[in-house]
T-cell receptor
Framework: KNQVEQSPQSLIILEGKNCTLQ??????????LRWYKQDTGRGPVSLTI?????NTKSNGRYTATLDADTKQSSLHITASQLSDSASYIC????????????FGAGTRLAVHP | EAQVTQNPRYLITVTGKKLTVTCSQN?????MSWYRQDPGLGLRQIYY???????DKGDVPEGYKVSRKEKRNFPLILESPSPNQTSLYFC????????????FGPGTRLTVT
């Protein structure tokens, strides 16, 4: 079954600290993996996208990595800011005959001063 | 400005009273989709449309209808709403050239009493 699992479910860190969020997937075949940021009550916004042949992709203080062999991805946030408080969602595009998006449940990050 | 709009943004209704949530995009995207988001469950796809007059069920289609008569519009119809359809709804659009990056609308918070 095609699934995306994220961990931890929630995380609290202090402002200025780094953190890493995890995404494990069983989706196969897949064409790309994307991380979204969702502020409370708003629609998600794409942060990064990686195809199966890419290992890393950065967007400012956000760096995503992908290991297609172990089917794992991570999102690393450097020097966290209060505005990083949000949910982060991992989405994998299944490409077996048709394109279907498989969503993870998200990690809720709270950055405290 | 490129955007996805939804109306209404907030709606309180009673069980059984038919309602429609509109969704419109101005980016000429061929792919549109509806999601619902409930606490702890993440985003779940209700219906999607690959193009005009082409729609298909997502993961949780029961109790919902959609239509795609024009490329820019993708309304969500609840023929007989029930309390278990109380949720936060998002419409999104995308195109294949972006790897199906979802551009989300602002959300519609629906309460069915």
């Amino acid at each position: 079954k095609n699934q995306v699992e994220q961990s931890p479910q929630s995380l609290i860190i202090l402002e200025g600290k780094n953190c890493t969020l995890q995404c494990n997937y069983t989706v196969s075949p897949f064409s790309n993996l994307r991380w979204y940021k969702q502020d409370t009550g708003r629609g998600p916004v794409s942060l990064t996208i990686m195809t199966f042949s890419e290992n890393t992709k950065s967007n400012g203080r956000y760096t995503a990595t992908l290991d297609a062999d172990t089917k794992q991805s991570s999102l690393h946030i450097t020097a966290s800011q209060l505005s990083d408080s949000a949910s982060y969602i991992c989405v994998v595009t299944f490409s077996g005959g048709y394109n279907k998006l498989i969503f993870g449940a998200g990690t809720r990050l709270a950055v405290h001063p | 400005e490129a955007q996805v709009t939804q109306n209404p943004r907030y709606l309180i209704t009673v069980t059984g009273k038919k309602l429609t949530v509109t969704c419109s995009q101005n980016m000429n995207h061929e792919y549109m989709s509806w999601y619902r988001q409930d606490p702890g469950l993440g985003l779940r796809q209700i219906y999607y449309s690959m193009n005009v007059e082409v729609t298909d069920k997502g993961d949780v289609p029961e109790g919902y209808k959609v239509s795609r008569k024009e490329k820019r519009n993708f309304p969500l119809i609840l023929e007989s709403p029930s309390p278990n359809q109380t949720s936060l709804y998002f419409c999104a659009s995308s195109w294949v050239g972006s790897g199906y990056e979802q551009y989300f609308g602002p959300g519609t918070r629906l309460t069915v009493t």
